[in-house]
């Protein structure tokens, strides 16, 4: 079955389309983790610099709880809890708060991803932030919104005119190679955001917010949900080599062909892309 025949599933158990049950999700995690936004959190290290907190297991609880309930058949992949596997080529990838760090330390910036892929290919894709409301959705071939409202990719094809967002992640060495790379741009682009949530990141990518994403290490629900809303935006999802991306692929780059053109160019033999 090919991306462009693919036919996505019917409805759930309670008569809910794929994206219905994503964005019931999304919400339903968001509420609980808005609600805990200023309340004591219990924080746990899964490495050195990578923490989890109980909001985030409470979230991915009531995620999978509902998602299990509407579509039992559907394998699962979710950031705090072991693999799910089934006979279903179709699997939930779930990241219940991703920007953790973020929202131990107070900073209102993180998101829920709620994702569905066929294979390795993201087919329907909801990125919530519930500090802001806002819900950021796609389906293969029907588009990307923001609360309803359609989204376009940035039209700069250029990286000196462009806004670039990235992350530096929990891979020390390849965190240093991208901030070498930022130097190695700097001063020849507008600007440069870190902001915490790569999720959220991709969003922005897909929303017109920044002009360029690029990661070098990302788990599949870190980029399952942008993969969707990148495409369905009118953009294109690489790895460093440039070649296309899907949900196994760790590097990102996102945003117009034009523009991760002029990207790939502009950092051609950089040790970032080769890391």
């Not at 693999?83 to 910036?109: C, I, K, M, Q």
């Amino acid at each position: 079955m090919t991306q462009a025949s693919l036919e996505l599933p019917h409805r759930s158990n309670s008569g809910k389309t794929a994206l219905e049950v994503s964005v019931q999700a999304a919400r339903l995690a968001g509420g609980i983790i808005k609600e805990r936004f200023n309340s004591i959190k219990e924080i746990n290290f899964k490495g050195v610099k990578d923490i989890v907190t109980d909001v985030d297991l409470a979230a991915e609880k009531a995620i999978l709880g509902l998602l299990k309930e509407e579509f039992p058949d559907f394998g699962v992949l979710a950031e705090e809890s072991e693999p799910l596997e089934t006979a279903s080529p179709f699997t939930w990838v779930v990241d219940p708060l991703d920007g953790t760090r973020n929202y131990a330390a107070g900073v209102p910036h993180f998101c829920t991803v709620v994702a569905l892929s066929y294979g390795d290919t993201p087919v329907v894709g909801v990125t919530y932030d519930p500090m802001r409301d806002e819900m950021f959705t796609a389906e293969q071939g029907k588009g990307a919104f923001l609360n309803g409202d359609k989204l376009e990719i940035s039209e700069n094809t250029e990286v000196k005119q462009a806004l670039l967002c990235c992350d530096l992640g929990y891979v020390d060495e390849k965190a240093g190679l991208a901030l070498d790379l930022i130097r190695s741009l700097w001063p020849d682009i507008i600007s440069i955001r870190l902001m915490g949530s790569s999720a959220l990141g991709v969003a922005y990518a897909a929303a017109n917010r920044v002009d360029l994403y690029f990661h070098h290490s990302l788990s599949p629900w870190d980029i399952a949900s942008g993969h969707v809303l990148i495409q369905e935006a009118g953009g294109i999802i690489v790895d460093k080599q440039g070649q296309p991306a899907n949900l196994r692929t760790p590097s990102v780059i996102a945003s117009n062909p034009q523009l991760v053109s002029d990207f790939l160019k502009r950092t051609n033999g950089h040790p970032w892309r080769s890391a």
